[in-house]
């Protein structure tokens, strides 16, 4: 009996060793394909269906997306897949290259929100805490591939979901003659907080708690969300791939959080409307001709 306790003191940590490296080496990558319908606002109350789908032509690049998930236990990397965002015009896209997502790290065990940005041409490397999201579970069941899913929903602030980035209507929101047409804000528009209604599908198949952008906190790999006007739908699943992933915080650029980089948007947006602002009639300028 000795014998046996005594073996099994020097196998215990030899074992619970052994299980530690294996749940650190599990790794996995999923990619997703993200579809955002176009908000044209009031404006779109003035166009044709022909017009709309123009429009939704044009800015394909900038709706329909690829991401690519790379995790492990405790932590993953959220990337866009590289592709050239060209205007109509063939130019490279002004809003795609200054709003669009960066290299976005989120550690669920000891949650950490690392996220690389690009922001005219500086570099900023945002680190905060995991937005927190209260999800409410529900037992209506669907199959996404091979993987049986679970529903969950949530209320989240939509600033929370955004945060890196600005519409085109906010961009514009300031222009004196656009800005007479539209009735003033209400103190209580100006002080509710904007949710947005979020439908997500897991799959405790593979236990982690991970899912693509700002989702997160699931028993199970998120698959498919569907939120506000965006809806992001995992197409493959590649789990201990036999290239080892490498899942690393970015380290490059100016650390500051979430809301100090939102001010620094912020300034320069109204840097920019300031600029519009003060050009000549017809907001070309008053520059020289020919």
């Given at each position: 009996?000795?014998?046996i306790?005594?073996?099994?003191?020097?196998l215990?940590?030899?074992?619970?060793c052994?299980y530690?490296?294996?749940?650190?080496e599990?790794q996995g990558q999923?990619?997703y394909?993200?579809?955002?319908?176009?908000?044209?606002g009031?404006?779109?109350a003035?166009?044709?269906?022909?017009q709309?789908?123009?429009i939704?032509?044009r800015?394909?690049?900038?709706l329909e997306?690829?991401y690519i998930?790379d995790?492990?236990?405790?932590?993953?990397v959220?990337?866009?897949?590289?592709?050239l965002?060209v205007?109509s015009?063939?130019g490279?896209?002004?809003?795609?290259s200054?709003?669009?997502?960066?290299k976005?790290y989120?550690?669920v065990?000891?949650?950490?929100l690392?996220?690389?940005?690009?922001?005219?041409?500086?570099q900023?490397l945002?680190?905060?805490g995991?937005?927190?999201?209260n999800w409410?579970?529900?037992t209506e069941?669907k199959?996404i591939?091979?993987?049986t899913c679970?529903?969950a929903?949530?209320?989240?602030p939509?600033a929370?979901?955004?945060?890196?980035?600005?519409?085109?209507?906010?961009?514009?929101?300031?222009?004196g003659r656009?800005?007479?047409a539209?009735?003033?804000?209400?103190?209580?528009?100006?002080?509710?907080?904007?949710?947005t209604?979020v439908e997500a599908?897991?799959t405790?198949?593979?236990?982690?708690?991970?899912g693509?952008?700002e989702?997160w906190?699931?028993?199970?790999l998120?698959?498919e969300?569907?939120a506000g006007n965006?809806?992001?739908l995992?197409s493959e699943?590649?789990?201990?791939?036999?290239k080892?992933i490498k899942?690393?915080?970015p380290?490059k650029g100016?650390?500051?959080?979430?809301?100090a980089?939102?001010?620094?948007?912020?300034e320069?947006?109204?840097e920019?409307?300031n600029?519009r602002g003060?050009r000549?009639?017809g907001g070309?300028?008053?520059?020289?001709?020919?």
């Open positions: 009996m000795k014998t306790l005594f073996q099994l003191r020097i215990l940590p030899f074992l619970l052994c530690a490296a294996s749940a650190q599990f999923a990619i394909l993200s579809k955002a319908t176009l908000d044209l009031n404006r779109g003035t166009l044709s269906e022909a709309k789908k123009q939704q032509a800015l394909k690049n900038q997306k690829t998930l995790f492990n236990k405790e932590a993953s959220f990337t866009e897949e590289e592709k965002e205007s015009s063939g490279r896209n002004f809003f795609g200054n709003f669009s997502r960066g976005q989120k550690n065990k000891e949650n950490v690392v996220q690389h940005q690009e922001f005219y041409g500086k900023f945002i680190k905060d995991l937005q927190k999201i409410k579970m529900g069941t199959q591939g091979q993987y679970f529903k929903t949530a209320s989240v939509s929370e979901l955004t945060w890196f980035t600005v519409s085109r209507g906010n961009f514009r929101r300031g222009n656009r800005r007479q539209e009735e003033p804000p209400t103190p209580a528009e100006e002080t509710a907080i904007k949710m209604e599908w897991y405790p198949q593979i236990p982690v708690g991970h693509p952008g989702y906190g699931l028993p199970g998120i698959l969300v569907d965006t809806k992001m995992c699943i590649i789990l201990n791939p036999k080892k899942i690393e915080a380290t100016k650390v500051i959080t979430k809301s980089y939102q001010a620094t948007i912020s320069k947006i109204q920019l409307r600029s003060r000549g009639p070309r300028g008053g520059g020289r001709r020919g």
